[in-house]
């Protein structure tokens, strides 16, 4: 994850526990590294308990990050989960949730829907809102995130994409 999507965060989540100090956070990132990175930079705030839940997460890990934000296991205090979307979008409940991050998409459509489901389970007490962040280039350009997010948005899985259909999307 860029130093600058890092940043933001960071400063979002410290607004947003000052506002919620027992806020209730799934982040979903795209890539293992981007999990472990901003697990550790929440974990170094001192302010919540944090899970993950990757791929290959040992299965105490695994378990620990679900009870996190499961509703009736989920602790007083500030939780966070920092996850894959491709590992946590199925079968799990994340109803103690109220906000989900995404700091970076998958291309498919399959795995954001059913990683936004996540908290909408039977026991969520809250409304859930959803946040996704967008990269720009140093001027304002437009990024791929973009392009992402807005294929996401218009219900297309990215993955159906031609190559002739990529390079139209990224000249515009």
């Not at 930079?41 to 302010?47: E, F, H, Q, V, Y």
Request: with cysteine; hydrophobic share 40%; charged share 20%.
């Amino acid at each position: 994850v860029s130093r600058e999507k890092l940043t933001g965060l960071l400063e979002w989540y410290a607004a947003r526990l000052d506002a919620d100090p027992a806020i209730k956070l799934v982040i979903w990132c795209r890539f293992r590294a981007e999990v472990a990175q901003v697990a550790e930079a929440i974990r170094a705030t001192g302010t919540a308990t944090v899970g993950t839940l990757w791929g290959s997460s040992p299965r105490a890990e695994r378990d620990h990050a679900l009870r996190l934000l499961h509703p009736q296991t989920a602790p007083a205090g500030a939780a966070v989960l920092v996850g894959t979307p491709s590992t946590g979008s199925m079968g799990i409940t994340l109803a103690a949730a109220h906000t989900v991050i995404y700091l970076s998409n998958a291309p498919s459509l399959n795995i954001r829907v059913q990683s936004e489901d996540r908290t909408h389970r039977p026991g969520q007490t809250q409304a859930c809102s959803y946040t996704d962040v967008v990269a720009t280039g140093p001027t304002g350009q437009r990024t791929i995130d973009h392009i992402i997010l807005g294929a996401l948005r218009a219900r297309r899985d990215l993955a159906d994409w031609t190559a002739s259909a990529w390079i139209d999307a990224l000249h515009t």
